[in-house]
């Protein structure tokens, strides 16, 4: 997955985690940091992107996969003719 380039490397590996599954208190256990700097750090995150939640996010993030991929990559779809 690539991290935007804008972020710093604290926001850059919040970003990485919000990506996951993983919840707010996952990521506090694996950064071992408190939840309210969780917290705080996601909100700099969605505040870099101008978005407001995790499913934004994801939505930018796979849109940017999908303009990356080569025409000729077996991930990217087809398109169908009517």
Known sequence: MQI???LNPRLAKMFELLM???TEKEISMELQ???HTVH???RDVYAAFGDRSRLELMAIQ???QSNRQSPNDPLT???INY
């Open 40 to 42: 705080s750090q996601i």
């Open 77 to 79: 779809p087809t398109p």
């Open 4 to 6: 935007p380039l804008h």
């Open 62 to 64: 796979i849109r940017e």
């Open 33 to 35: 940091i408190s939840r």
């Open 20 to 22: 996951t599954a993983k």
